[in-house]
């Protein structure tokens, strides 16, 4: 059964910084590219950061040198280090691993982070 948990997410004043994990369980974890997407009300899912098995890494515009993106393979987790965060950057976040470019991959449940002003 493929799990993808996350947790690190919460409330936190504009200009703070949050870590969310992903932890990975049921698939083999070094062979999928792993990606962090976020979700606002009304909005359409939209990618944050996404990194390769190889550890190339892409970002959203939005981030602006803001976010990093990690992995580690012996844990099989996936991070995402957000730094002065802004009251636009409040949504659900979820992680996202996928073994191959044309597959949407497995879906995390999704956390919820709140950046108040």
């Known amino acids: 059964q493929v799990q993808l948990v996350e947790s690190g997410g919460g409330l936190v004043q504009a200009g703070g910084s949050l870590r969310l994990s992903c932890r990975v369980s049921g698939i083999r974890f070094r062979l999928n590219d792993l990606g962090w997407y976020r979700q606002s009300p009304g909005t359409q899912r939209e990618l944050v950061a996404r990194i390769t098995t190889g550890g190339s890494k892409n970002y959203a515009d939005f981030v602006a040198g803001r976010f990093t993106i990690s992995r580690d393979n012996a844990e099989n987790t996936v991070y995402l280090q957000m730094d002065s965060l802004k009251p636009e950057d409040t949504a659900v976040y979820y992680c996202?691993?996928?073994?191959?470019?044309?597959?949407?991959?497995?879906w995390g449940q999704g956390i919820q982070v709140t950046v108040s002003s």
């Open positions: 996202n691993a996928r073994y191959n470019a044309k597959l949407e991959g497995h």
